[in-house]
């Protein structure tokens, strides 16, 4: 029962650790993942402003209707493709890769190859 919560303790370690590091800016903002056992988020974060540029999820309703989704991979590079979209159509070209403490595999991962086949540099 008390490994959840060591678990959980130990990503929010590892994201602070990264996040001292990294810092989304104007010129080049941060590309967040937040994987759930059920849903992934993904966000386009300017931090000097504070503001969210572009996000997606996967409890958007255009993303429900698709059943050509099989999996929860294929769903988060479905994600990690709507996001660099957006982003790339406020002009938003580079970014920076926050994997929030994730490890980088199987769906963070998946976020990231469909943000970079959008047309995102990272």
């Known amino acids: ?31 967040s993942v937040f994987r759930s056992s059920r849903h992934i988020y993904a966000q386009v974060i300017d931090d000097v402003s504070g503001k969210t540029l572009a996000a997606a999820n996967s409890l ?24 660099g979209g957006r982003a790339v159509e406020k002009g938003i070209k580079k970014v920076v890769f926050d994997r929030n403490g994730f490890l980088y595999h199987g769906r963070v991962k998946a976020v990231s190859e469909g943000a970079r086949e959008a047309g995102l540099k990272f």
């Open 60 to 83: 958007e309703k255009t993303v429900k209707e698709q059943e050509s989704l099989e999996g929860n991979v294929a769903l988060a590079a479905h994600i990690g493709k709507l996001v």
């Open 1 to 31: 029962m008390g490994t959840a919560k060591t678990r959980k303790q130990a990503r929010l370690k590892r994201k602070g650790s990264i996040r001292k590091k990294m810092s989304g800016t104007p010129d080049r903002p941060r590309l």
